[in-house]
């Protein structure tokens, strides 16, 4: 018995030893020391263990001291802004609006093999919001994510991050915008040289709750409930197919266990030849919207591309369907794009950014023109042209309906890159309105609309340390 009870000891002896060996072989390669010599010495471990842990140890100092990175980099982007229409018509008794903001980044990333760490501290504010002694922070987490790698292909990203998701469209970081946007949750992401694709999913709580999962924040409006598969795949030389499905789901207002789920799925398809890219992007909205009403709505973008030496042109259309005002349905069909970004696509002045309510739910047709060009490898012109036009019937307070055409929009600017860490961004906007955006927008459509900005930003990466 006792002896029985000696070898049981010794076996553990042993392996403790061995763990002990692994976990601090650092601390004894320091000292000088061959403890594994003299364990073998004293016949506590046989030969055969010493070496198999002495190539182990020897392994793993190579893999802790080669293939780390750390960078760390700041963002400072201060913007001048004025607006005299901005996402509104002026009339008789509006002022012009001017002011400052702006964003401080510190941006910090740490990886090794298989293993990435990543975070974002940021500061927001308008210039004079807070007192000259005020004691109120605004310091937010932007991200903070950890991404590990379960094989060369498949990694799972885990917090606080952004998605930014084809040409963001559906799903967008919102970079213009100071606070920017991001989720909290998981992705899984699998990559190798032809496909890249991502299953997210997110679920938001408010509270650390001990029963129920009721989501009823009061500061801001957001899903419950968000999941989103992405898919980018090369299917020839030419041809790239991206693909987009998410279900965001809202908790009913008077039911705290019911909650509604809208569908989108869709994607787009880009060919692109030499100095030419022929793309067309659809999009079909199913289910429930927060108010149970059911909708079917659906959104296209057909555009072609043309790079001519310097200047690069790109013609094309966005379609959102709407709502028929003359006629009544228990269907929405007015297309809402998720969590994308508006202004990329029609218009800085940001007219219609808010869907439906921005077009009083009866859809846009946006044709366009963008040209830009490449003065140099430090400064690039750039002007963009859009028409806007309701897709589906409006009525005005007399219960007419409204001619569609509803304006023009210009938007000109300008970015000059002083360095490799420095850009200053100048921009001018203005609206040519019809009389009929004055039923959608408010104000007076005699007015013309303006809106400029000045921005610079600095970006240098301040240490990166590579192993």
């Known amino acids: 018995m006792y002896f029985k009870t000696y070898l049981k000891m010794k076996i553990f002896l042993k392996v403790s030893l061995i763990v002990l060996l692994q976990l601090t072989n650092k601390q004894i390669a320091a000292q000088n020391l061959n403890l594994t010599e003299l364990l073998v010495q004293k016949g506590l471990i046989t030969q055969r263990e010493a070496d198999s842990i002495n190539i182990t140890n020897a392994f793993d100092e190579k893999i802790n001291l080669q293939n780390k990175a750390f960078t760390f980099g700041l963002e400072f982007r201060p913007r001048m802004e004025y607006r005299d229409g901005y996402k509104q018509l002026r009339n008789d008794t509006t002022q012009a609006a001017f002011f400052g ?73 919102a970079n213009w915008s100071q606070l920017g946007r991001a989720h909290d949750g998981v992705s899984i992401v699998y990559e190798n040289e032809k496909i890249t694709t991502e299953l997210m999913g997110y679920f938001n709580q408010t509270s650390e709750r001990i029963f129920e999962t009721k989501f009823s ?67 079909y909205q199913y289910g429930q919207l927060q108010t149970n009403q059911e909708i079917s709505a659906f959104y296209v973008q057909p555009e072609i591309q043309l790079k001519i030496k310097k200047l690069t042109s790109r013609l094309g259309a966005e379609i959102m369907s709407g709502d028929d005002a003359t006629a009544k349905s228990k269907t929405s069909k007015s297309f809402v794009p998720l969590y994308g970004v508006a202004w990329k696509f029609m218009g800085n002045m940001d007219y219609f950014t808010s869907f439906p309510k921005d077009v009083k739910n009866g859809g ?81 459509h005699n007015k013309t609309p303006i809106w400029s900005y000045v921005m610079i930003t600095f970006k240098p990466e301040l240490f990166n340390y590579k192993k």
């Open 101 to 173: 903001t702006h964003r401080s980044r510190l941006n910090f990333s740490y990886s090794q093999p298989r293993f990435k760490f990543h975070t974002s501290i940021q500061d927001v504010r308008i210039w004079g919001q807070d007192g000259q002694t005020s004691t109120t922070g605004s310091l937010n987490v932007f991200e903070a994510y950890v991404q590990t790698y379960l094989t060369d292909y498949l990694s799972i990203r885990f917090g606080r991050q952004k998605v930014e998701l084809d040409n963001g469209r559906i799903f967008s970081a």
């Open 217 to 283: 924040p009061t500061t801001f409006t957001n899903y419950k409930l968000l999941n989103i598969h992405y898919l980018k795949a090369k299917l020839h030389k030419n041809i790239t197919l991206t693909t987009i499905n998410a279900a965001d789901g809202y908790e009913s207002k008077l039911n705290s266990r019911v909650m509604y789920v809208r569908g989108t799925s869709g994607g787009r398809l880009d060919f692109e030849k030499n100095n030419l890219l022929i793309t067309c992007s659809g999009y």
């Open 364 to 444: 846009l047709i946006n044709p366009y023109l963008f040209l830009t060009y490449e003065i140099n490898n430090k400064l690039v012109v750039r002007a963009d042209g859009h028409l806007f036009y309701l897709q589906n019937n409006v009525l005005d307070k007399n219960k007419a309906v409204l001619n569609p055409y509803l304006g023009f929009e210009n938007d000109l600017s300008f970015k000059y890159k002083f360095n490799t860490y420095t850009a200053l961004d100048f921009g001018f906007s203005y609206l040519i309105a019809q009389k009929e955006l004055e039923t959608i927008k408010g104000g007076n």
